[in-house]
């Protein structure tokens, strides 16, 4: 069986930068997604497509197909526009409704006493990824996980069924 959209993917991965640094890497717990939902970057999706059961590659992930170009954008909210009870952190997503009534995910950069900053730039914005990839499942995606538009199971997403 190969990867196609409609496929559960079983996959594990290191996640080098540039400097050959180890952002993150899926270690003993192989990261499973429903292939073409959107849950992984478009430009590692991309590599994927093909690939069958034990194949092993790496994909070079531009920005543009990762996770977006800097914009070097910021701006500050006060603390006091914050949900009640959040406790910030720097890196934290906030989603926020954007001008154009969109959702959009924004990430704290500083926080002082009185206010946080925050920008539209992934923590990876601007960085060309480098992820070496082993496959270790494919499987057919059952109705209700196309329905959903995500894995199910223990090697999945784990929740209780309200939606
Ligand atoms: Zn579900």
Same mark, same amino acid.
Not at 50 to 62: F, R, S, T
Not at 108 to 111: D, H, K, R, S
Not at 126 to 142: C, E, K, N, S
């Given at each position: 069986m190969k990867i196609a959209p409609g496929s559960v993917v079983s996959f594990e991965y290191t996640l080098y930068a540039p400097d050959g640094s180890i952002i993150d890497a899926s270690q003993e717990r192989p990261l499973t997604y429903l292939h073409g939902a959107g849950h992984i970057v478009p430009g590692l999706e991309r590599?994927? /497509?093909?690939? +069958? /059961?034990?194949? +092993?590659? +790496?994909? !070079?992930?531009?920005p543009d197909e990762g996770y977006g170009e800097a914009t070097g954008r910021g701006f500050r909210v006060g603390r006091e526009e914050l949900p009640p009870g959040m406790e910030p952190q720097i890196g934290m997503p906030l989603g =926020?409704?954007?001008p154009d009534g969109k959702t959009m995910t924004l990430f704290?950069? +500083?926080?002082d006493e009185e206010s946080i900053t925050v920008t539209p730039d992934h923590p990876l914005a601007? /960085? @060309?990824? %480098?992820?070496?990839?082993? !496959? %270790? =499942? !494919? %499987? =057919?995606? @059952?109705e209700d996980e196309l329905s959903h538009g995500h894995a199910h199971g223990h090697d999945g997403h784990d929740h209780s069924h309200g939606h």
């Open positions: 590599h994927l /497509v093909g690939k +069958e /059961v034990g194949d +092993e590659l +790496e994909a !070079i992930v531009p =926020a409704q954007g704290i950069v +500083e926080l601007g /960085v @060309t990824l %480098r992820f070496a990839v082993a !496959i %270790r =499942a !494919i %499987r =057919a995606a @059952t």
